[in-house]
């Protein structure tokens, strides 16, 4: 039996039966989220605040702390409860680029773009060097450059060529990739690891063993600069980190990430006998005086006196890579999470159960941020030894792939919250959301939820230009935002938080996971 229920131009779908309750919902609430966010959004002033204000934001640099600083206040500003930075555990050093200057001087002047890798050092003032080209393949290679590359600016062989796209950077889920993804039928768990020795984890090893050898042995050298080859073309320059972070990390030489058409440029010139110089001035600056690491946590705390100590929880990654602002990596999710948890507040919303957004560091280096927030409060996924708080939380909701619109949500197993989310999207179909998939995706910080047992949800978006332009590049600034994407985006969110909040029973969980520490 099914009705549908007319509230100020929006359909709901009330299907009878335990599951499909909507008896919580009340309509008018739900009128007032969806005015909210689509008509008095502050998304995009949250985005600038968190992007061209705080700038770049790596784990552990002081853009990362003015970012967090600034989220705690507002998270206060606008009526939070619990609003602060909470510390997760050590992470290690804090780095940023305070300057970054290389050019070709000869065989003529060119500006080449580059960002210096994250974690490595300056050059200590201007350099000059000659660019001389290094081929080895194996340590032993290294022996006939012995005592030759002093103050020499080094670069690299490569058989990369760049071609030129078969696809447009932007796009958006067409509707018949959007039904396959609702179609689509949970995979068997197959086993945790092939029996026996892999051959590309061997291959893998020996690869980076040899690039360890490699890089001792230019520090020992003296080398003034180290060019290495960006992923990317058209001057973007996917960035990613040339030391450790830990403050027990070994010394490595400066070195500089090139876009691909300089890079190329400089190595054919080198490889045909030309004399090719360069000039370079790069300063970067570690931070050791503290090195915790840090979440951002508020709090809408719950009314109901039986449900008030559940809770529901949203988040998104609050750091990002140097080479930009991590505007869509993602200081879009954490605009949005922002922007429901003030939605909901704006609308006077007294929720049943608390909610609670959780903004992460360090997200890019491996989930810390989550991973032992989980730790620290819902349990250890390696033993699967339980805290009391892991059975309160209904569900995690997550967002972190770029500015595009929310389409759906991928069920990461749970085939019991489908009937339960296809009815809460329902009102979100002139809005493009309505896919519900039984597939997972991984990847970024849900996962550290669902490895606990916790129902840990990320939302399907489209892909805009996130992977082929923007995912850690020196193109990921404000001005790549669709503002229109994340006005709908935080409504859905906030929707979806106020029907958890409010909803008689919690989120069904799935069978509980083995320990991650067994075979």
Sequence with gaps: ????LLFSGLFIAVIAGPVFAQSEADPAMLQKIRTEGMDHS?????AFYLTDVAGPRLAGSPGLKRAQDW???QLKTWGMQNATREAWGKFGKGWEVQKNYAAITVPYYHAIIAIPKAWTPGTNGEI??????VKADTVTDLDQYKGKLKGKIVIFDTKTKLLGGTKADLNRYTDEELDKMEKAEAR???PRRPAGPNPRFAAFARLRALRAAISEFLVKEDVALVLSMARGTDGTVFTTNGASYADTAKAVSPELETSGEDYLRILRLVKEGQKVEMEADIK?????????????VGEIPGTDKKLKDQLVIIGGHLDSWHAATGATDNAAGSAVMLEAMRILKAVGFKPKRTIRIVLWSSEEQGLFGSRFYVLNHFGDPKTMQLKPEQAKVSAYYNLDNGTGKIRGIYLQGDSAARPIFKQWLEPFKDLGASTVTISNTGGTDHLSFDAVGIPGFQFIQDPMDYGS????SNQDTYDRLSEDDLKQAATIVATFVYNTSQRAEMIPRQELPKAQGTN
């Design 284 to 296: 970067t600056k570690f931070y050791t005086d503290d090195l915790q690491g840090y979440d951002v």
């Design 128 to 133: 000059k060097g000659d660019v001389v080209l």
């Design 71 to 73: 989220a705690v206040n």
């Design 1 to 4: 039996m099914k009705r549908k």
């Design 469 to 472: 332009r923007t995912h850690h």
């Design 188 to 190: 068997p768990e197959g």
């Design 42 to 46: 502050k998304v995009m002033e949250t």
